[in-house]
């Protein structure tokens, strides 16, 4: 441009064509000197580089032989790590003699559930089935040992056959084979376990009772999704309504029924252990488009109707709450029920002035089965009710050791009748990639509309590269049950919707925004968890871990190591891991793995070794209680 300075600018000016040079002859004699010197250091730099020395350390370099490679954009894939499986019942790997600082723990400990351990449960209250809560060990309780799997131990039968048979010496429980032998829930057959379909109700199978509901409400719109089922047996409503694109969270309490959830798990069905007590469910508020509750012994109508009320707080405007069993029905069934009618009389009586004090409209009962309906919103029962029945102002999606309270849970407020209070979803599989209402209205704190695109964009990449780097995550079959410590948006399952998997979605109680609303708009499921606790699940329940900054997330808050010994409790043998953080946790990370017997490999992001965030890639090796 005229008139700017030139990009570079001499200190002096240039001296006149045969004039005497600016440099002054006493300059001279240094300059050679200083050119003497760069000359001899190349020259020895030069042969100390041809001369064998010390091999090259790599900053990933760790002990037990699994040095890390750094690789180009292109994907060096890891060639130690192998995430196939091998082993068959006969197959019993030995232990490393290597393995000192986490041993594995007494055989007794082989479906141990910190949190829901029945001896410590013993010293609460048995009140409202309190003691059948949450109560996690302390700190100095915390067990230091791996837990093992039983003897004879195999990976699960593959989806969907895991559906119906599962290996008995996965879950050597044969009490409900005995206990629900007349209900069709559970069969033994020589070294496996069958199961018909049946249920308590529906002794005929699953099914045709799910036909029976389909019969009274529309199952195969896309407008019911997502769905809970309350003391849900070995899960079979729940098995069965996959196959209808509608994903469950089932949930039993650990009880005198032996390993009820654990076999919901075994086969490949979403499953937690809880029950309805004091606290709320560790869900949001509007996340479930159906409840269900098939015989499942909760007494609705009793506490001032508090059960009922934590189920209109989960269920979405214009959800479905179904019932079947006592008393629905009564009048036809008494006498089986072994029960007087002026008893089942009065449960129903309790049930149906809960639900009118909620504004459920009651749709149909019929058969075995009634059927009740939230409403769109809150418009026409403010105008009804009292005020003072609705719940104060308050988070109503905070969840994590939150006591129920007995009150109406206020919809978000709408300005017509028709409107659905907080917005309404799409209906599935178009809600998968839909920006959630909880997003496009900005109730989640720091993320737009944009940030949601990009986060799905983001994971469909990363899934790709996981893919490439484990292949077996692409191979239909290899990996049913998945765990994702640190959800956010749930862009990691998404991307994975497609294959015959799914995964629990983890939003953590100490991150910054609570997104599982918005995860459960999306049409995915998942829960609350603090990872300074154990997980309410059995050992063994997940075929492969993903943890996205978990550990960044803890520093400070509770140890490394009891994350990932809890990390190891709840993957199966040979089940796999994805680890991404900083490459300074991630070195500790690894070092934890080692000494776990993971065989595991840290490699560079997917944009390259100049990103500070790595990932560790390991499988946990099998292995199993002594015979």
């Given at each position: 441009?005229?008139?700017?300075?030139?990009?570079?600018?001499?200190?002096?000016?240039?001296?006149?064509?045969?004039?005497?040079?600016?440099?002054?002859?006493?300059?001279?004699?240094?300059?050679?000197?200083?050119?003497?010197?760069?000359?001899?250091?190349?020259?020895?730099?030069?042969?100390?580089?041809?001369?064998?020395?010390?091999?090259?350390?790599?900053?990933?370099?760790?002990?037990?032989?699994?040095?890390?490679?750094?690789?180009?954009?292109?994907?060096?894939?890891?060639?130690?790590?192998?995430?196939?499986?091998?082993?068959?019942?006969?197959?019993?790997?030995?232990?490393?003699?290597?393995?000192?600082?986490?041993?594995?723990?007494?055989?007794?400990?082989?479906?141990?559930?910190?949190?829901?351990?029945?001896?410590?449960?013993?010293?609460?209250?048995?009140?409202?089935?309190?003691?059948?809560?949450?109560?996690?060990?302390?700190?100095?309780?915390?067990?230091?040992?791996?837990?093992?799997?039983?003897?004879?131990?195999?990976?699960?039968?593959?989806?969907?056959?895991?559906?119906?048979?599962?290996?008995?010496?996965?879950?050597?429980?044969?009490?409900?084979?005995?206990?629900?032998?007349?209900?069709?829930?559970?069969?033994?057959?020589?070294?496996?376990?069958?199961?018909?379909?049946?249920?308590?109700?529906?002794?005929?199978?699953?099914?045709?009772?799910?036909?029976?509901?389909?019969?009274?409400?529309?199952?195969?719109?896309?407008?019911?999704?997502?769905?809970?089922?309350?003391?849900?047996?070995?899960?079979?409503?729940?098995?069965?309504?996959?196959?209808?694109?509608?994903?469950?969270?089932?949930?039993?309490?650990?009880?005198?029924?032996?390993?009820?959830?654990?076999?919901?798990?075994?086969?490949?069905?979403?499953?937690?252990?809880?029950?309805?007590?004091?606290?709320?469910?560790?869900?949001?508020?509007?996340?479930?488009?159906?409840?269900?509750?098939?015989?499942?012994?909760?007494?609705?109508?009793?506490?001032?109707?508090?059960?009922?009320?934590?189920?209109?707080?989960?269920?979405?405007?214009?959800?479905?709450?179904?019932?079947?069993?006592?008393?629905?029905?009564?009048?036809?069934?008494?006498?089986?029920?072994?029960?007087?009618?002026?008893?089942?009389?009065?449960?129903?009586?309790?049930?149906?002035?809960?639900?009118?004090?909620?504004?459920?409209?009651?749709?149909?009962?019929?058969?075995?089965?009634?059927?009740?309906?939230?409403?769109?919103?809150?418009?026409?029962?403010?105008?009804?009710?009292?005020?003072?029945?609705?719940?104060?102002?308050?988070?109503?999606?905070?969840?994590?050791?939150?006591?129920?309270?007995?009150?109406?849970?206020?919809?978000?407020?709408?300005?017509?009748?028709?409107?659905?209070?907080?917005?309404?979803?799409?209906?599935?599989?178009?809600?998968?990639?839909?920006?959630?209402?909880?997003?496009?209205?900005?109730?989640?704190?720091?993320?737009?509309?944009?940030?949601?695109?990009?986060?799905?964009?983001?994971?469909?990449?990363?899934?790709?590269?996981?893919?490439?780097?484990?292949?077996?995550?692409?191979?239909?079959?290899?990996?049913?049950?998945?765990?994702?410590?640190?959800?956010?948006?749930?862009?990691?399952?998404?991307?994975?919707?497609?294959?015959?998997?799914?995964?629990?979605?983890?939003?953590?109680?100490?991150?910054?925004?609570?997104?599982?609303?918005?995860?459960?708009?999306?049409?995915?499921?998942?829960?609350?968890?603090?990872?300074?606790?154990?997980?309410?699940?059995?050992?063994?329940?997940?075929?492969?871990?993903?943890?996205?900054?978990?550990?960044?997330?803890?520093?400070?808050?509770?140890?490394?190591?009891?994350?990932?010994?809890?990390?190891?409790?709840?993957?199966?043998?040979?089940?796999?891991?994805?680890?991404?953080?900083?490459?300074?946790?991630?070195l500790k990370v690894k070092r934890i793995a080692d000494a776990l017997s993971w065989d595991s490999r840290i490699v560079d992001h997917e944009d390259g070794p100049l990103e500070r965030e790595k990932l560790l890639f390991a499988v946990k090796l099998y292995w199993t209680a002594p015979a």
């Amino acid at each position: 441009m005229g008139g700017s300075s030139p990009h570079y600018t001499p200190l002096s000016k240039a001296t006149p064509s045969g004039g005497i040079s600016f440099f002054k002859k006493s300059k001279l004699y240094p300059l050679a000197l200083l050119t003497i010197l760069c000359s001899l250091s190349y020259l020895f730099g030069a042969w100390h580089n041809a001369v064998p020395a010390n091999p090259t350390v790599n900053c990933f370099t760790t002990s037990q032989n699994t040095t890390t490679e750094p690789h180009p954009t292109s994907t060096n894939v890891p060639q130690k790590l192998d995430f196939a499986t091998h082993h068959t019942a006969e197959n019993d790997v030995a232990l490393s003699a290597e393995i000192k600082a986490f041993p594995p723990c007494d055989v007794k400990y082989s479906e141990y559930t910190p949190c829901e351990d029945q001896e410590r449960s013993l010293k609460f209250d048995r009140d409202r089935l309190i003691y059948r809560e949450r109560h996690c060990p302390e700190k100095k309780e915390l067990l230091k040992c791996r837990v093992p799997a039983p003897h004879g131990y195999q990976n699960p039968f593959k989806w969907p056959l895991s559906r119906d048979l599962a290996w008995y010496a996965n879950v050597p429980h044969k009490e409900l084979t005995v206990e629900k032998a007349v209900q069709n829930w559970i069969r033994f057959e020589g070294d496996r376990f069958r199961f018909p379909g049946g249920g308590t109700m529906f002794p005929n199978g699953a099914d045709a009772y799910i036909d029976d509901i389909g019969k009274l409400i529309n199952l195969k719109d896309g407008s019911i999704r997502t769905a809970i089922d309350t003391g849900c047996g070995v899960a079979s409503w729940g098995a069965y309504l996959l196959s209808r694109n509608v994903v469950t969270m089932s949930f039993a309490p650990r009880d005198t029924h032996e390993a009820q959830v654990q076999f919901a798990l075994e086969r490949g069905v979403p499953a937690l252990i809880g029950v309805i007590a004091s606290k709320r469910l560790p869900y949001p508020s509007r996340a479930f488009d159906m409840a269900h509750c098939s015989r499942c012994l909760i007494p609705w109508g009793q506490h001032d109707g508090a059960y009922l009320m934590e189920v209109d707080r989960v269920l979405r405007p214009g959800g479905y709450w179904i019932l079947s069993g006592p008393p629905i029905n009564w009048k036809k069934y008494w006498r089986g029920w072994e029960r007087t009618m002026d008893d089942l009389n009065a449960e129903q009586m309790q049930i149906e002035n809960v639900t009118n004090s909620l504004c459920w409209n009651k749709l149909v009962e019929r058969n075995d089965i009634s059927i009740w309906q939230k409403p769109l919103n809150h418009l026409s029962c403010k105008k009804s009710k009292k005020s003072s029945l609705f719940c104060p102002v308050q988070d109503l999606d905070k969840a994590w050791y939150t006591s129920l309270e007995t009150c109406l849970t206020p919809l978000p407020e709408v300005s017509d009748a028709g409107e659905v209070a907080g917005g309404e979803v799409e209906k599935w599989p178009r809600r998968l990639r839909a920006v959630p209402p909880r997003i496009s209205r900005g109730s989640v704190d720091g993320v737009t509309p944009e940030i949601f695109h990009k986060d799905t964009e983001l994971w469909r990449k990363r899934v790709a590269y996981y893919k490439n780097i484990n292949n077996q995550l692409g191979k239909a079959g290899r990996y049913r049950n998945i765990l994702d410590m640190n959800a956010f948006l749930g862009g990691f399952a998404a991307s994975l919707v497609q294959d015959p998997l799914w995964v629990m979605n983890i939003v953590p109680v100490e991150a910054k925004a609570n997104t599982l609303g918005a995860i459960y708009e999306r049409g995915l499921i998942g829960t609350y968890q603090s990872w300074c606790e154990a997980m309410s699940t059995y050992p063994r329940t997940y075929d492969l871990i993903h943890a996205d900054s978990v550990f960044t997330l803890y520093q400070d808050r509770c140890e490394i190591e009891d994350i990932m010994l809890e990390m190891d409790r709840i993957l199966r043998p040979e089940g796999g891991l994805i680890i991404r953080d900083d490459v300074d946790v991630l070195l500790k990370v690894k070092r934890i793995a080692d000494a776990l017997s993971w065989d595991s490999r840290i490699v560079d992001h997917e944009d390259g070794p100049l990103e500070r965030e790595k990932l560790l890639f390991a499988v946990k090796l099998y292995w199993t209680a002594p015979a």
